[in-house]
């Protein structure tokens, strides 16, 4: 789950990070009693939101609430902004980067400093090479202090005491949240000390079983903000289905990732285009199966379906159990393509046969079926 | 033998009273696949499908000889799960759990490295060596005995290619899905170097899809150490860029991970390409002659 930088800092407070002092504004909500110089920050998820005029001072000249519209009118890369964050104006001397999260292709935490904050990260790590230092630690040791003092030193931090509270107090988020990234871009040196002048936190969906109470308090915080228009990616994070909507005709769902992308690959090699790609997940029920075809059914372009099976620990009578299901709620007439083999599948098949729903065995003409079928052929 | 396992192997199951652990073990058995034991913390003195459960990996190894475990425990419960097989010298562990909380899957894996223990997966679909033993949910009618070794990240792809290749005559020695990422035990580069070495193994089939770096790290162990010929197939060619599809691992982001960078590091290295499953029957004949 990724955090809004509001949501954040209060989690920086709560651990003694400092932060700038300030307050939430929502949309119709400006009766707070507020003091020039501030800075106002859309909250807002999407990335790059200072270079898409998301960031405004108002020094007093204005009136707050024009600014504040102004703000609020924003689409930031097509998320609406219905909250800002309005902060204390801070002396910045210099922006470091830092962040802590893991590398995955070595599996170890690591933290990752810049000597220039603000920046795009996954730029600056291929061309600004000597300015980017990637520090791997162990998960049972957590950071050492040597690392510490050795990060100080690349930054050029004078007070390696205080910088030291703010690493001790990320790396206990880390823990203590289940966090997979916790940013802080800049993190300011001002007169007063190290400060965090933004905040990004993503949160590990898979450890929500340890965190019930915390994933629903910041849930409902999000839903107050979330932007509906936007809502479709979002609709199916509760179970193991991966939704992705496309831009052509042809709805994909697979029960494999790997034999999805193929599937996607030998669409496009037949000239088709596919409308929305569905991944079931390993281990997956009729009922997922059957959310899955009305989620792609959902489509407003859609003039076919391609199921493609081939189950390991997904059992093809369950399959057939959520396509018979879908079929007969079905009003109108998509045509469905399936290919269905693996465990279970003579039951899976048998469970088609029995309602008349023909089945593919090969996976090259259960695609090209589905491509002819959307060409009109 | 063929990798990793072979008919003689012992197998102990974590979960084994789940739903999905019950079914697999079922199948697994039925295939020939020697399961000794297995274990569920509160089930100790039942039995699924003959084999004794017991409550610790401990009970299990005072009356078995245990070379391998395969875990089917549910993510909350999975960390404890592997450091107890971990800490008990079971040397290769196979975790088909999903959706493990990523600091639980680190920790797994550095224990596991700490205290020599082979891990495949998490997230896997796991292997076979057809007609000798199966761990993991590879449907075994897709799968013919004979001598191209294939590795996968995704267990669907493995089952795919397994198809193709039965219905085409080609048998395999082993099939191996080293799961979809982002975090790996066992990778591609050391399944390769085993098959290198595998007698029972003349040619190498190399399932990769976009996403990450390893199918280029794995380019330039194949230039510097594989002498077999290896095929590769990546799939995810015409995905878009910045969605994750499925895998965790499965994104392109920014210029990482397209499936075009590693196709043509995997040519730079000698590696036929095949632009689709069907492709790799033409060109493992081509090899065969």
């Known amino acids: ?377 | 033998m063929s990798i990793l396992i072979d008919k003689n192997t012992k197998v102990l199951v974590l979960g084994i009273t789940g739903k999905s652990g019950k079914l697999q073990s079922e199948i697994m058995k039925k295939y020939g696949t020697n399961i000794v034991a297995g274990v569920t913390p509160g089930k100790g003195g039942r039995v699924v499908e003959q084999i004794p459960v017991y409550d610790f990996v401990k009970e299990a190894k005072e009356q078995h000889k245990i070379d391998v475990a395969i875990s089917f425990v549910p993510p909350p419960y999975l960390k404890d799960s592997c450091f107890e097989v971990i800490k008990n010298d079971i040397k290769f562990l196979v975790i088909s759990t999903e959706g493990i909380p990523e600091h639980d899957t680190v920790e797994i894996l550095k224990y596991a490295k700490d205290n020599g223990t082979m891990i495949l997966g998490p997230g896997t679909a796991g292997l076979i060596a057809p007609g000798k033993c199966k761990l993991g949910a590879h449907p075994p009618q897709l799968y013919c005995k004979g001598r191209v070794g294939v590795v996968s990240k995704s267990g669907a792809l493995s089952y795919e290619i397994g198809k193709t290749l039965t219905e085409n005559s080609i048998g395999q020695s082993t099939v191996v899905a080293i799961g979809g990422g982002p975090f790996w035990g066992l990778s591609q580069l050391d399944i390769l170097e085993m098959f290198e070495k595998d007698e029972e193994t003349d040619i190498i089939v190399l399932l990769g899809e976009i996403g990450g770096t390893m199918e280029v790290e794995a380019a330039k162990l194949i230039k510097e150490k594989i002498r077999k010929p290896v095929i590769s197939l990546i799939v995810g060619k015409s995905a878009p860029k910045g969605k994750s599809l499925g895998h965790a691992g499965a994104i392109i982001e920014g210029n990482l991970g397209t499936a075009e960078s590693k196709i043509n590091a995997l040519k730079d290295a000698g590696v036929l390409i095949a632009h689709n499953h069907m492709e790799i029957v033409k060109l493992i004949k081509k090899i065969e002659g």
């Open chain 1, 1 to 377: 789950m990724k955090l809004y930088e509001f949501q954040g800092k209060e989690i920086f407070k709560k651990y003694n990070i400092p932060v700038q002092s300030g307050c939430l504004i929502c949309k119709n909500d400006l009766t707070k009693n507020l003091v020039p110089p501030l800075v106002l920050k859309a909250q807002v998820q999407a990335g790059g939101r200072g270079k898409a005029g998301g960031i405004k001072l108002w020094d007093g000249n204005k009136d707050i609430s024009q600014i504040a519209d102004e703000l609020f009118s924003l689409k930031i890369k097509g998320e609406r902004v219905k909250a800002l964050l309005a902060l204390e104006q801070v002396d910045i001397l210099r922006e470091i980067y830092i962040s802590m999260t893991f590398n995955r292709g070595k599996s170890t935490p690591v933290i990752i400093v810049g000597t220039s904050g603000g920046m795009d990260i996954e730029k600056s790590a291929q061309s600004d090479k000597e300015n980017i230092h990637f520090i791997e630690f162990d998960p049972f040791i957590g950071i050492l202090d040597y690392q510490i003092r050795w990060i100080a030193k690349k930054l050029q931090i004078k007070d390696v005491a205080e910088f030291r509270k703010i690493i001790k107090a990320m790396y206990q988020i880390f823990r203590d949240y289940d966090a997979s990234l916790i940013e802080i871009n800049p993190l300011a040196v001002t007169p007063h000390g190290l400060m965090a002048i933004d905040s990004k936190i993503d949160l590990d969906d898979q450890a929500s079983f340890r965190h019930h109470a915390l994933f629903q308090k910041l849930e409902e915080e999000k839903k107050s903000l979330k932007d509906k228009e936007n809502s479709i990616n979002l609709e199916s994070t509760d179970d193991t289905i991966t939704f992705v909507p496309l831009s052509g005709d042809i709805g994909v769902i697979s029960d494999g990732a790997g034999t999805g992308l193929l599937t996607l690959d030998l669409i496009s090699d037949f000239g088709g285009k596919v409308a929305s790609f569905c991944e079931l997940g390993g281990i997956t029920n009729s009922e997922i199966m059957l959310k899955a075809l009305r989620l792609v059914k959902n489509q407003s372009s859609l003039k076919s379906i391609l199921v493609v099976l081939i189950g390991g620990f997904n059992r093809m009578d369950d399959m057939a159990e959520g396509i018979i299901q879908f079929k007969k709620e079905l009003k109108d007439n998509v045509p469905i393509f399936i290919r269905m083999c693996g465990t279970k599948e003579e039951i899976g098949k048998q469970l088609m046969k029995d309602e008349n729903i023909p089945v593919y065995n090969s996976l090259i003409d259960a695609a090209e079926a589905a491509v002819e079928e959307a060409r009109g052929n």
